[in-house]
């Protein structure tokens, strides 16, 4: 019985462990200045002869609401993921999604783009961004 209780023990130091490095890689970047942000969306970077498209997991975030804008040679996608308000006094038995404000600094290719259009695809913020000189 007592190895039980080690091994549970163990186990959960472990989790915690684990989860403590996931939330340091999420909020501690020395490369860039500090801000309001507390999580950074995964994202896939795709290209092809006329656009670059920017895939960000976003479950839960309204295409609409996530700003987008391309700051120097960086896409920057940031907004804020929120529970809903029917969610509020629930018992959470596990949380796993973060929540609160997010942003994602992502390198472009280089290249001159014209349009930048965006959508919401099965929890994916899509972001296509429109080279120069193709329509």
């Not at 500090?34 to 895939?55: H, I, K, N, Y």
């Not at 992502?106 to 296509?128: H, K």
């Amino acid at each position: 019985m007592a190895n039980d209780s080690q091994e549970w023990m163990w186990t959960q130091a472990l989790g915690m462990l684990a989860r403590a490095e996931r939330l340091r890689e999420q909020m501690f970047n020395p490369r860039s200045a500090p801000s309001s942000a507390c999580w950074q969306p995964p994202a896939d970077v795709l290209e092809t002869e006329r656009e670059v498209l920017v895939l960000a997991a976003l479950p839960g975030v309204d295409a609409d609401k996530a700003e987008v804008a391309i700051e120097g040679p960086s896409l920057v996608i940031s907004g804020q993921r929120t529970l809903p308000p029917e969610l509020r006094m629930a018992v959470i038995h596990r949380m796993e999604l973060p929540q609160g404000r997010f942003e994602r600094r992502i390198p472009l290719p280089p290249g001159r783009y014209e349009t930048v259009r965006r959508a919401s695809v099965n929890g994916c913020l899509v972001v296509t961004l429109t080279k120069g000189g193709h329509r």
